[in-house]
Nanobody, 124 residues
Framework: QVQLVESGGGLVQAGDSLRLSCAAS????????MGWFRQAPGKEREFVAA????????YYADSVKGRFTIFRDNAKNTVYLQMNSLKPEDTAVYYC?????????????????WGQGTQVTVSS
């Protein structure tokens, strides 16, 4: 049984940083792409960032490019999202997801497994 467990969310002020973690189990972590998505109240789930199985390829939504960094540690079965210069519009529940292949994808439909989400709230 695959499990993804996010941690690291919280309440911060605009301009602050947070690092989200997602620990995976139940599948060969190093074989699959990982992604981060977020969903704000009343909005659809949106792509934030994705990383290939090796970590050699990373992709970002335009809204977070230059501020967020996705990286992974395959030895620890963990993917991270480093979020800097946070803005109030980054407020959302953040979900990590495991892809169906090693190649990163932008659509949530191409991810097989999801974590329970972690709340990030950025105050102005």
């Amino acid at each position: 049984q695959v499990q993804l467990v996010e941690s690291g969310g919280g309440l911060v002020q605009a301009g602050d940083s947070l690092r989200l973690s997602c620990a995976a189990s139940g599948r060969t972590f190093s074989s699959y792409a990982m992604g981060w998505f977020r969903q704000a109240p009343g909005k659809e789930r949106e792509f934030v960032a994705a990383i290939s199985w090796s970590g050699g390829g990373t992709y970002y939504a335009d809204s977070v490019k230059g501020r967020f960094t996705i990286f992974r540690d395959n030895a620890k079965n963990t993917v991270y999202l480093q979020m800097n210069s946070l803005k109030p519009e980054d407020t959302a529940v953040y979900y990590c997801a495991m892809g169906s292949t090693g190649a990163p994808r932008f659509s949530f439909r191409e991810y097989d497994y999801w974590g329970q989400g972690t709340q990030v709230t950025v105050s102005s």
